[in-house]
């Protein structure tokens, strides 16, 4: 340690002489070049948005978003049709494909017969990690983090930088000092160095950043190819090139030892213990040479208890095809594994299973200052434990282990701290304690123990058994809880899968709530008495639906009570959902239908024809509900089995109504007024489609094409009605359609437009072919810019009739090209009429063909804002609000709030900005708001995320052919979601 430290005083005086003498700091940067920071002198600064497959650096770094940079990244070389390059945090080297490109060869498999649903989280799993990117201004980001330091160096909150920034930001003027910008880069770690208080512990951050972002690499590549020799060879020229600085380096050489023992002994060393069997001893063997491990995938909880099986896991998903894996392997023996468990609890031998897998999260960043004290042998096993590294068998050992030991809350962290030799002791002792015990009595001694997790496990299992002496036990914990609201939804579940057998305890469980409704006192804080308010609710809903599932109401007599005004929504919707989980899919389509028709009210018809495209997610639920009452693996549910001639008749009654209704059952969002008809046409294509391809679906027709997508989905929802077959439909818009020749020609001649002429362009281009034009703008960012001003003018303004000073200021609207500017007139807006006490949505629709912007301005009964605002509020509000929020498909999005200048209050709406805001990307600097502020939608991080994310809306720095939606919408006090 002593010899650390004098090295590191060294490089630290070092430093300080050379921003005497030179002014700047040429050659400590090019120690760090030397040491591997990546050049990004020919590279160009780009905004990247980046998904990563397994072992993909985390983009987590809070600098861009707290200084309010545009950039994050360096493009080093770039290859559309493959991998391209980038640099990110400042030293970090990532291959992205372009997600464009990536989306292209996906839809070209589909149309080549690969039907399968490829999800995005699926293509990370394949370790295919896609991006999109755009150039960003470096000029303007050296100034924002300019003056983002100057203002945290006169700040009191100048701690809150941790070492990964003190890395990133020094690396920054490295970078930019090798492209010229000496002074800048000189004043931004004279800055820094000021801050931190001891240059030192800047370059120590750096040294630990870049150790680490390279051994993150050197991982990566072992992830993928299991060369052990590799790894071993990376670590040592690791701890060689990084002889102080790196934090984990005591970890990284336990590591280097484990490696050399695994190389030197290719078979794994036999396991003794007592109880094993061959069976043990063969899966002991074959654990040494797994690479996959699901177990913590499959069962989220921390402490789910897998010695009683899969019943104690609710909400469990379903079971992939094919083999099982080693955790399913294992786990499968429930009680019986622990021998084998136990026998390798201090096994080092390292395996080809991601340590990230068997914990079940990332590896963890280690933040420190120079000023830590030394390293303990403790603190190593910590750091050890933590890194990103291979899993050996005793990890494995542990993490299977640990959910089964009986502690309370206090004492799990103990536990996990446990050295393997005291750990083994307490599960062996757990084992002897419990190895007879039936899953009955097991889960009757982890009902009474402290464990959270653990009892909750137990009585999910206790429920769903089909022994009626568990269920007893579990019905008598939840009436003797102190809190009976907190197992509320069980309850629901519970007693709506056993109906009139659960009515004894259903009615005790009821009197437990309604005596709480009776003994809560009158008097209260206004927001605990708007908390309380909301909590009665929710047991008065609790009551009635209780009632009504121990009363075996069948799924018909619901929907008629519904559809004949005798109950609401709200009083059947919880029900509802369990009925449809079991019925058969015709008759439950049939039933829903049937009561579409004989609703009278036009919402509630679109409401209930909008629930009939979501039946089989009902149905993939209700199968993992009887497989866990069996206490059986649920298989995935099979597509739905219809058949759109069962239901014509029923279908054709529900087209015929044109009655328009404005309702937020659309998946636009936006509230718009279609007719009853068209919810039935989008309900007929959703329902009976074979396309399972999220761009070409029902949803896609009605928000990315306008009334044009509209058009087409009416002609094959029709078409269907009428008896055609799949292969006889309109087609959906196919981009591949149109020739390379037109391509070249459209885009010519929208290229050479004027803004004005676009939209006639456009209109007279077909839905292949604007799909087309959507693919190019995806790639081209200068024909995207150009055809900005046409997307982006408001076309249509519709406003409430009757108020003449409204609409003269909406229709002034009209004809301008939208900008921050515009966006933030209409939220002033919505907070003016929220003064008048006219509570109003506002949205901004633009469609994906260039047809340009319809703004809407409609009342909102009740204080209830539209879908967009309030289904993403985080509880309610005290004091009057404006919602806002700003999403594209498929990439943007964001929401805030913001408290309204009441008659008497300031107004704390943002500044507006200059005109030309339409082509002039403007950051909105984050450096005030505390951190963690960004999940409260109320703080100024979120709001100014909301402006920075139209910044890209209006700046062309997105697709112009993205369907995009702003919305404002004005709150009363304590309007929620859960009012929508």
């Keep these: 340690m002593r010899n650390e430290c004098v090295r590191l005083a060294v490089l630290g005086a070092w430093l300080l002489l050379a921003r005497a003498e030179a002014r700047d700091y040429e050659a400590g940067f090019a120690k760090f070049f030397g040491l591997g920071l990546p050049d990004v002198t020919a590279a160009t600064y780009v905004t990247l948005e980046a998904h990563g497959g397994p072992g993909f650096v985390d983009m987590d770094s809070e600098i861009p978003r707290e200084a309010g940079l545009a950039g994050n990244a360096w493009l080093v070389k770039e290859d559309k049709q493959g991998l391209s390059t980038f640099v990110v945090e400042q030293r970090c080297v990532v291959r992205l494909y372009d997600e464009a490109f990536q989306e292209k060869q996906y839809r070209e498999a589909r149309r080549q017969g690969r039907r399968e649903r490829i999800r995005r989280a699926e293509r990370w799993a394949e370790n295919e990690p896609a991006g999109t990117w755009r150039p960003a201004d470096l000029d303007t980001d050296i100034a924002a983090l300019t003056a983002f330091l100057s203002k945290t160096a006169e700040s009191d909150k100048r701690r809150r930088l941790d070492s990964d920034s003190y890395a990133e930001i020094f690396f920054f003027a490295a970078n930019i000092h090798r492209r010229g910008r000496s002074a800048e880069a000189g004043q931004l770690v004279d800055t820094l160095f000021g801050i931190a208080g001891d240059p030192r512990e800047v370059v120590l951050a750096g040294m630990n950043a870049l150790a680490e972002s390279q051994y993150t690499q050197l991982y990566r590549t072992f992830r993928d190819a299991k060369d052990w020799d590799a790894l071993g060879r990376g670590i040592e020229e690791l701890l060689e090139r990084f002889p102080l600085g790196w934090r984990t380096a005591p970890a990284a050489k336990r590591l280097l030892g484990l490696i050399a023992n695994r190389v030197a002994q290719p078979d794994p060393p036999a396991v003794e213990g007592e109880g094993l069997t061959d069976a043990h001893r063969t899966l002991a063997t074959a654990l040494a040479t797994a690479t996959d491990w699901s177990w913590e995938q499959r069962y989220p909880a921390r402490n789910h208890l897998w010695v009683l099986g899969a019943a104690s896991r609710r909400g469990k998903g379903p079971v992939q095809a094919g083999e099982p894996d080693m955790a399913e392997r294992i786990t499968g023996m429930r009680m019986q594994a622990v021998p084998l468990l136990l026998a390798l609890v201090k096994d080092d031998y390292l395996t080809g299973i991601d340590m990230a897998d068997v914990r079940g999260y990332r590896h963890v960043r280690h933040h420190y200052s120079s000023r830590n004290e030394e390293l303990t042998e403790e603190r190593i096993a910590q750091l050890f434990d933590e890194m990103q590294r291979p899993a050996r068998r005793g990890d494995i050992a542990r993490a299977l282990l640990r959910p089964l030991l009986i502690a309370g809350d206090r004492r799990s962290y103990e536990l996990d701290r446990l050295p393997a030799g005291p750990f083994r002791k307490a599960c062996a002792a757990w084992y002897a304690a419990n190895r007879d015990k039936t899953p009955s009595e097991l889960a009757a001694l982890y009902l009474k123990k402290e464990d959270h997790q653990q009892s909750e496990s137990a009585l999910w299992w206790l429920l769903v058994s089909t022994n009626a002496s568990d269920n007893a036990l579990a019905e008598q914990h939840l009436l003797e809880a102190a809190d009976p609201d907190r197992h509320q939804y069980v309850v629901r579940e519970y007693v709506a899968a056993k109906g009139a057998a659960a009515e004894e305890f259903a009615l005790k469980y009821i009197a437990l709530l309604e005596q709480k409704l009776a003994a809560e006192p009158a008097d209260a804080e206004p927001r605990d008495a708007r908390f309380r308010r909301y909590r009665d609710e929710s047991r008065k809903a609790a009551v009635k639906y209780l009632r009504d599932a121990v009363a075996g109401k069948s799924l018909a007599e619901l929907l008629a009570e519904l559809a004949g005004g005798r109950a609401t929504w709200e009083d059947v919707d919880d029900l509802l959902t369990q009925r449809l989980v079991r019925e058969e899919e015709s008759a439950a389509v049939s039933a829903v239908l049937e009561a579409a028709r004989k609703a009278e009210a036009a919402p509630l018809r679109v409401r209930l024809i909008a629930l009939v495209p979501h039946i089989g997610v009902y149905r993939r639920y209700g199968r993992y509900m009887d497989a866990g009452m069996a206490d059986e693996e649920p298989a995935d549910a099979p597509p739905l089995k219809l058949n759109v001639a069962d239901h014509a008749e029923m279908w054709k009654k529900l087209i015929a109504d044109e009655r328009p209704c404005q309702s937020d059952e659309w998946p636009d969002w936006t509230g718009e007024t279609m007719a009853v008809a068209d919810t039935a046409r989008w309900a007929i294509e959703a329902l009976y489609s074979a396309e399972d391809d999220e761009e070409r679906s029902s949803g896609a027709l009605l928000y990315l094409w306008g009334e044009r997508g509209r058009a087409l989905l009416r002609a094959r929802a029709d078409a269907r ?260």
């Design 721 to 980: 009605l009428a008896g055609k077959a799949e292969n006889e439909l309109p087609p959906y818009p196919a981009p591949d359609r149109v020739s390379a020749e037109r391509r070249r020609e459209i885009q010519t001649a929208l290229a050479a437009a004027e803004p004005a002429a676009v939209a006639g362009l456009a209109a007279g281009l077909s839905l292949d072919e604007l799909a087309a034009v959507a693919e190019a703008c995806a790639c081209d960012q200068e024909l995207n810019r150009r055809l900005l001003p046409a997307a982006n003018t408001i076309r249509a303004v519709h406003a409430p009739p009757g108020d003449p000073a409204l609409g003269e200021r909406t229709a002034a609207l009209k004809g301008k090209v939208f900008d921050r500017a515009m966006a933030e007139s209409l939220k002033q807006i919505c907070e003016d009429l929220l003064k008048d006490g006219q509570p109003a949505a506002c949205s901004v629709v633009r469609p994906a063909c260039l047809e340009g912007i319809t703004v809407r301005i409609r009342p909102m009964p009740d204080s209830r804002a539209d879908g967009a605002g309030a289904r993403h509020r985080e509880g309610g509000a005290d004091h009057p609000v404006v919602a806002g929020v700003v999403s594209s498909v498929p990439g943007l999005y964001a929401h805030a709030l913001w408290a309204a200048a009441m008659p008497g209050a300031g107004d704390k709406t943002p500044a507006g900005r200059d005109a030309g805001g339409a082509a002039t990307r403007e950051r909105v600097p984050v450096a005030d708001a505390e951190p963690g502020d960004a999940h409260e939608p109320e703080s100024p991080q979120a709001q100014e995320q909301f402006w920075n994310t139209l910044a890209d809306l209006c700046s062309g720095n997105s697709s112009v052919c993205e369907y995009a939606t702003v919305s404002f919408a004005g709150l009363m006090p304590g309007a929620t979601h859960e009012e929508q």
